[in-house]
């Protein structure tokens, strides 16, 4: 795999989308204390330019949620660190990096309801539409892209590019 060295989207584009998303969803949490609720890896930049773009009390806490062999999702998803939230009664904001078959979120989204949430919103910065195998939308979301992989600003290809600024393709050799 080859990272093309110009950015599918480059670093400023994503500061002014991240502050259009904090904008909305501040109004949108006006009057109430949101847990933010990141999942490792890939959201922890985008999780940590939100939560200081939103300027509003948050609380902030971490799930781990595992599928990806290189860039071909392995099916099984695999969760940890969920048992140390409390989420009952929280408006719960949960951070991904990026939704492909939307796999991952059903899953984590799943268990969370179970928790009985007061509210539970998606927030993505990247969406491949054209990848879903289950039903699945965000009601936040920064950019869709096409059927391609991406890595850089958290997002990985065996744990490598994740502290790119901006988001490239990696294209096949
Ligand atoms: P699903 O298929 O469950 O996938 O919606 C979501 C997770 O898969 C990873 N993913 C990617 N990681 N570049 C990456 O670095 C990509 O293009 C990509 N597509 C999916 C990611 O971890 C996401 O949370
Ligand atoms: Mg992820």
């Given at each position: 795999?080859?990272?093309?060295p110009e950015?599918?989207?480059?670093?400023e584009?994503?500061?002014?989308?991240?502050?259009?998303?904090?904008a909305?969803?501040?109004?949108?949490?006006?009057?109430?204390?949101?847990?933010?609720?990141c999942?490792?890896?890939?959201?922890?930049?985008?999780?940590a330019?939100?939560?200081r773009?939103?300027?509003?009390?948050?609380?902030?806490e971490?799930v781990?949620a595992?599928s990806?062999?290189?860039?071909?999702?392995?099916?099984?998803?695999s969760?940890?660190?969920?048992?140390?939230l409390?989420i009952?009664?929280?408006?719960?904001?949960?951070?991904?990096?990026?939704?492909?078959?939307g796999?991952?979120?059903?899953?984590?989204?799943?268990?969370?309801?179970?928790?009985e949430?007061?509210?539970?919103?998606?927030?993505?910065?990247?969406?491949?539409?054209?990848?879903?195998?289950?039903?699945m939308r965000?009601d936040?979301?920064g950019?869709e892209?096409g059927?391609?992989?991406?890595?850089g600003?958290?997002l990985?290809?065996e744990?490598?590019?994740?502290?790119?600024?901006?988001?490239?393709?990696?294209?096949?050799?």
């Open positions: 795999m080859r990272l093309n950015p599918l989207i480059s670093p584009r994503i500061a002014a989308r991240v502050g259009e998303m904090a909305q969803i501040r109004a949108d949490y006006a009057g109430r204390r949101p847990l933010l609720l999942v490792l890896k890939g959201a922890a930049f985008f999780t330019d939100l939560a773009a939103l300027a509003m009390d948050t609380d902030l971490f781990r595992r990806y062999v290189g860039t071909r999702s392995g099916g099984e998803v969760l940890s660190r969920m048992d140390d409390k009952t009664g929280r408006h719960v904001l949960l951070i991904e990096d990026i939704v492909d078959t796999r991952t979120l059903s899953r984590l989204c799943g268990r969370l309801r179970d928790c949430p007061a509210s539970l919103a998606l927030v993505t910065l990247l969406d491949k539409p054209g990848r879903r195998e289950v039903p965000a936040y979301t950019f892209i059927n391609q992989f991406v890595v600003y958290g990985d290809y744990e490598q590019y994740r502290q790119l600024p901006g988001v490239y393709l990696l294209e096949e050799d």
